[in-house]
C-alpha cells in the first residue's frame, strides 16, 4: 500500500449536501472533479492521491540504484522499463491529484520540504541485486493488493489513474519474481541472496498496509467515501495468504518462526511487523530518509535552470510566431 | 516566482479508424514538447497511432449542474432507437 496512515479530513458542509453526495457514492456514482463534493473528501483525497503519487516517484530510487549493474543487457533494460513505469505511475497520479485543486508544483514541494510522506518502504535500502527481485515480488506485490480494489475507487480521476496503474503493475511483479527464480535455483552464493532478501523485505512489505485496523482513527470515514476499498489487516491477511506459497515454491524459507496454516481461518497466522519501528521510519528515521529526500531535492534543484530555459524557450518561440503572423 | 509549466490534456488514437480519446494530462513547456512527453508517459505499451495534445484552458466543458436541461430532453424520445419499432420476422432483414 502506498498509502498509509492517511489522516481523513474533517468536514463542516451543509448536512443535506453531504447526505445527497453520500447517496451517489453509496449508488456507486463516480465523483468527478467539477462536481461538488465535501472539503473533507477533497483534502483528504489530495493527500492520499499525493501521498502515493510521491511513491511511485521515491520508490525509483532504490531500483534506480541497480541499473547501472544489473547482471546482463536484458536485466537491466527490463529493469530500466520498470523504472520507467513507476516515472509513469506517478504523473498519471499527480494528475488526478491536480484535478482538485492543487498544483503539481505545489505538490512537489510539499514532498521536498516532508509535508508529505511517500510510503515507508522506500526508506529500505536495496543492497543486492537479488533485492531487485525481492521488491518487485513483495513491495508490488502489496501494492497490487491495494490497488487492484482501488479501481473501483469513488473519485473518477484516481480510478482511472488505478486501471492503467493496475494494467502495468504485474509486469513488474513477475519480473521481481523471475529474478527470485533465477537467484533461487542458481548457486548456493545466489540461494542466501535471495533468502537474505527475502529476510530484508519480508516484515517492511507487510508494514505497506499500514498499522491494524484497531488503531486506524481515519479509516471509517474513507471507507464510507470508498477512498478506502479494504481494511489493513484485511489486506495484509490476503497477502501472507498469496506469498507463503509463492516463497515455498522457491524453496525460500519466510522469517517469520511463528507462520503457521490456520485451518479454522482459512489463513495463515503470523508475526506482524514491528510497529516500532514502522513509526520510527514515518518520523525520518529509516535507514535512507535523509538519502532519499535530499536525492529529490537535488534533482528538482539541479534541474530548476532546465525548466525555466524551456519556458523561457517556449515563450520567445510564442512571440516569434506572433510576430511572424 | 512561481513558473509551472501549462498543463495540456492527451488525447490518444488507439488504433487506426478509432477515434483519439481523452487519457490524461501532462506538464510540458510547448505542444512540441507535450507530445513528446505524451509519447513517454501513454503510449509507453504501443497503446497509440497518433497524439493530440491540447492546452488544457482551451477545454471548455459543460457544468454538472447542467445535467438535467442538458439530457433530459432525449430521455423521452425513445423512438429514436431502432427498437422501437415492430417489424413483422416476415418483413425479413432490416
Given at each position: 500500500?502506498?498509502?498509509?496512515?492517511?489522516?481523513?479530513?474533517?468536514?463542516?458542509?451543509?448536512?443535506?449536501?453531504?447526505?445527497?453526495?453520500?447517496?451517489?457514492?453509496?449508488?456507486?456514482?463516480?465523483?468527478?472533479?467539477?462536481?461538488?463534493?465535501?472539503?473533507?473528501?477533497?483534502?483528504?483525497?489530495?493527500?492520499q492521491?499525493?501521498?502515493?503519487?510521491?511513491?511511485?516517484?521515491?520508490?525509483?530510487?532504490?531500483?534506480?540504484?541497480?541499473?547501472?549493474?544489473?547482471?546482463?543487457?536484458?536485466?537491466?533494460?527490463?529493469?530500466?522499463?520498470?523504472?520507467?513505469?513507476?516515472?509513469?505511475?506517478?504523473?498519471?497520479?499527480?494528475?488526478?491529484?491536480?484535478?482538485?485543486?492543487?498544483?503539481?508544483?505545489?505538490?512537489?514541494?510539499?514532498?521536498?520540504?516532508?509535508?508529505?510522506?511517500?510510503?515507508?518502504?522506500?526508506?529500505?535500502?536495496?543492497?543486492?541485486w537479488a533485492?531487485?527481485?525481492?521488491?518487485?515480488?513483495?513491495?508490488d506485490?502489496?501494492?497490487?493488493?491495494?490497488?487492484?480494489?482501488?479501481?473501483?475507487?469513488?473519485?473518477?480521476?484516481?480510478?482511472?489513474?488505478?486501471?492503467?496503474?493496475c494494467?502495468?503493475?504485474?509486469?513488474?511483479?513477475?519480473?521481481?519474481?523471475?529474478?527470485?527464480?533465477?537467484?533461487?535455483?542458481?548457486?548456493?552464493?545466489q540461494?542466501r541472496?535471495?533468502?537474505?532478501?527475502?529476510?530484508?523485505?519480508?516484515?517492511?512489505?507487510?508494514?505497506?498496509?499500514g498499522?491494524?485496523?484497531?488503531?486506524s482513527?481515519?479509516?471509517?470515514?474513507?471507507?464510507s467515501?470508498k477512498?478506502?476499498?479494504?481494511?489493513?489487516d484485511?489486506?495484509?491477511q490476503?497477502?501472507?495468504?498469496?506469498?507463503?506459497?509463492?516463497?515455498?515454491?522457491?524453496?525460500?524459507?519466510v522469517?517469520?518462526p511463528?507462520?503457521?496454516?490456520?485451518?479454522?481461518?482459512?489463513?495463515?497466522?503470523?508475526?506482524?511487523?514491528?510497529?516500532?519501528?514502522f513509526?520510527?521510519?514515518?518520523?525520518?528515521?529509516?535507514?535512507?530518509?535523509?538519502?532519499?529526500?535530499?536525492?529529490?531535492?537535488?534533482?528538482?534543484?539541479?534541474?530548476?535552470?532546465?525548466?525555466?530555459?524551456?519556458?523561457?524557450?517556449a515563450?520567445?518561440?510564442?512571440?516569434?510566431?506572433?510576430?511572424?503572423? | 516566482?512561481?513558473?509551472?509549466?501549462?498543463?495540456w490534456?492527451?488525447?490518444?488514437?488507439?488504433?487506426?479508424g478509432?477515434?483519439?480519446?481523452?487519457?490524461?494530462?501532462?506538464?510540458?513547456?510547448?505542444?512540441?514538447m507535450?507530445?513528446?512527453?505524451a509519447?513517454?508517459?501513454?503510449?509507453?505499451?504501443?497503446?497509440?497511432?497518433?497524439?493530440?495534445?491540447?492546452?488544457?484552458?482551451?477545454?471548455?466543458?459543460?457544468?454538472?449542474?447542467d445535467?438535467?436541461p442538458?439530457?433530459?430532453?432525449?430521455?423521452?424520445?425513445?423512438?429514436?432507437?431502432?427498437?422501437?419499432?415492430?417489424?413483422?420476422?416476415?418483413?425479413?432483414?432490416?
Open positions: 500500500m502506498y498509502a498509509q496512515m492517511i489522516k481523513s479530513e474533517a468536514t463542516q458542509d451543509d448536512p443535506e449536501k453531504l447526505a445527497a453526495f453520500q447517496v451517489r457514492i453509496d449508488a456507486g456514482d463516480k465523483i468527478e472533479p467539477k462536481d461538488w463534493m465535501p472539503e473533507g473528501y477533497r483534502k483528504t483525497l489530495i493527500r492521491i499525493g501521498q502515493h503519487a510521491h511513491s511511485e516517484i521515491v520508490g525509483q530510487l532504490p531500483e534506480g540504484n541497480w541499473i547501472t549493474r544489473a547482471p546482463t543487457l536484458e536485466r537491466k533494460a527490463i529493469l530500466l522499463a520498470k523504472v520507467q513505469d513507476e516515472a509513469g505511475h506517478g504523473l498519471y497520479l499527480y494528475c488526478a491529484a491536480e484535478t482538485l485543486g492543487v498544483t503539481r508544483d505545489e505538490l512537489t514541494e510539499m514532498l521536498l520540504d516532508g509535508r508529505m510522506k511517500y510510503s515507508s518502504i522506500f526508506n529500505y535500502p536495496t543492497l543486492t533485492d531487485m527481485g525481492a521488491v518487485g515480488w513483495l513491495v506485490g502489496a501494492a497490487i493488493m491495494n490497488q487492484v480494489p482501488l479501481q473501483r475507487t469513488s473519485f473518477g480521476p484516481y480510478s482511472r489513474a488505478m486501471i492503467r496503474i494494467k502495468e503493475e504485474s509486469f513488474h511483479q513477475r519480473q521481481g519474481y523471475d529474478i527470485m527464480m533465477k537467484m533461487a535455483n542458481g548457486t548456493e552464493a540461494k541472496m535471495a533468502q537474505d532478501a527475502l529476510n530484508r523485505m519480508w516484515f517492511p512489505s507487510l508494514m505497506m498496509f498499522p491494524s485496523d484497531a488503531e482513527v481515519h479509516s471509517e470515514q474513507s471507507m467515501w477512498i478506502k476499498m479494504n481494511g489493513n484485511e489486506l495484509r490476503k497477502f501472507v495468504d498469496q506469498t507463503v506459497p509463492q516463497a515455498e515454491f522457491l524453496g525460500l524459507t522469517p517469520d511463528d507462520l503457521k496454516w490456520n485451518e479454522t481461518k482459512g489463513g495463515y497466522d503470523f508475526t506482524g511487523p514491528d510497529w516500532d519501528e513509526f520510527d521510519v514515518l518520523r525520518g528515521n529509516g535507514p535512507c530518509n535523509k538519502e532519499r529526500l535530499a536525492a529529490r531535492n537535488k534533482a528538482w534543484d539541479d534541474g530548476a535552470w532546465v525548466r525555466d530555459g524551456l519556458m523561457a524557450h515563450e520567445k518561440k510564442r512571440a516569434a510566431k506572433l510576430a511572424a503572423e | 516566482m512561481r513558473n509551472e509549466w501549462p498543463l490534456e492527451v488525447f490518444i488514437r488507439g488504433q487506426h478509432m477515434s483519439h480519446r481523452h487519457v490524461g494530462s501532462l506538464h510540458a513547456a510547448d505542444e512540441e507535450a507530445i513528446k512527453n509519447r513517454d508517459v501513454y503510449t509507453r505499451r504501443n497503446e497509440g497511432v497518433s497524439i493530440w495534445v491540447v492546452p488544457a484552458h482551451h477545454i471548455a466543458a459543460s457544468s454538472p449542474s445535467t438535467g442538458l439530457y433530459e430532453p432525449s430521455e423521452s424520445k425513445v423512438y429514436r432507437h431502432p427498437t422501437f419499432f415492430d417489424i413483422p420476422d416476415d418483413v425479413g432483414a432490416m
